[in-house]
């Protein structure tokens, strides 16, 4: 089993995906918001890479008799005419059960889409990070880590959520891997305290500068769930 990591989107390439698992991770906010839909029962997430393709997938889906609800940002505001904005904490049960979500972020969305070369992809966070490296240890396929970043730039953030489940992973079987992946498991080694090791991030200090200290909060939580959402299809359910 052999382990890589990509520092942005911007760097995705298929020869560096292709026929292995990619994990995607935005953990500030997009992973953490797909993970906690379908957490609390939503029927699938979709993602999608622009605004108006968000309303006219919506419409089409309503025209069909789902019932249906749009969340996302742009810039980490909510989306004028969407449902939610792009905080986990907005996708609560009574909100999304049995509801399809149709998401639209700057960052996550885009790095999915652009993954969909590889042969699975996952979904991760540190909400449910120790789950995804669970099933990363019982695949054991290669398996590269994606994280979105910040508009196409490094973010710490995803960088040490990446880091967090490599390390979950060695600690059960030894592994090959690069040095960007050596580096983030040994990010996380020396800052487990996730909060304290991002705060100067840029980021995370716009999501502070928002008033949004709850959603960093929960986002930088570790394990809160242990399902592990897969993009195949087009759509985002529970693998």
Same mark, same amino acid.
């Given at each position: 089993?052999?382990?890589?990591?990509?520092i942005s989107a911007d760097y995705i390439e298929e020869n560096k995906i292709k026929d292995k698992i990619v994990v995607v991770i935005d953990m500030l906010r997009a992973t953490s918001v797909i993970t906690t839909a379908l957490k609390n029962g939503a029927k699938c997430?979709?993602?999608?890479?622009?605004?108006?393709?968000?309303?006219?997938?919506?419409?089409?889906?309503?025209?069909?008799?789902?019932?249906?609800?749009?969340?996302?940002?742009?810039?980490?505001?909510?989306?004028?005419?969407?449902?939610?904005?792009?905080?986990?904490?907005?996708?609560?049960?009574?909100?999304?059960?049995?509801?399809?979500?149709?998401?639209?972020?700057?960052?996550?969305?885009?790095?999915?889409?652009?993954?969909?070369?590889?042969?699975?992809?996952?979904?991760?966070?540190?909400?449910?990070?120790?789950?995804?490296?669970?099933?990363?240890?019982?695949?054991?396929?290669?398996?590269?880590?994606?994280?979105?970043?910040?508009?196409?730039?490094?973010? /710490?953030?995803?960088?040490? *959520?990446?880091?967090?489940?490599?390390?979950?992973?060695?600690?059960?079987?030894?592994?090959? /891997?690069?040095?960007?992946?050596?580096?983030?498991?040994?990010?996380?080694?020396?800052?487990?305290?996730?909060?304290?090791?991002?705060?100067?991030?840029?980021?995370?200090?716009?999501?502070?500068?928002?008033?949004?200290?709850?959603?960093?909060?929960?986002? *930088?939580?570790?394990?809160?769930?242990?399902?592990?959402?897969?993009?195949?299809?087009?759509?985002?359910?529970?693998?």
């Open positions: 089993m052999k382990i890589d990591l990509i997430v979709i993602p999608i890479l622009t605004v108006d393709e968000a309303f006219d997938k919506a419409k089409k889906l309503k025209d069909c008799g789902e019932n249906v609800v749009l969340g996302g940002e742009r810039r980490a505001l909510k989306i004028e005419g969407f449902d939610f904005s792009n905080s986990p904490l907005e996708y609560a049960q009574n909100k999304v059960l049995n509801k399809t979500v149709i998401l639209s972020t700057t960052n996550g969305t885009r790095a999915l889409n652009l993954c969909k070369k590889a042969d699975l992809i996952l979904i991760g966070s540190m909400i449910n990070g120790l789950a995804v490296s669970k099933k990363l240890l019982e695949l054991n396929k290669d398996v590269v880590f994606v994280n979105a970043g910040t508009n196409g730039e490094f973010s /710490m953030d995803d960088f040490i *959520c990446a880091g967090y489940m490599i390390d979950n992973i060695l600690k059960e079987k030894y592994c090959e /891997m690069s040095d960007i992946a050596k580096t983030a498991k040994y990010v996380y080694e020396n800052n487990t305290d996730i909060i304290s090791f991002i705060k100067n991030a840029r980021h995370f200090e716009v999501l502070t500068s928002l008033g949004l200290q709850d959603d960093l909060n929960y986002c *930088c939580s570790k394990n809160l769930t242990d399902i592990v959402p897969i993009f195949r299809n087009n759509n985002i359910d529970i693998l």
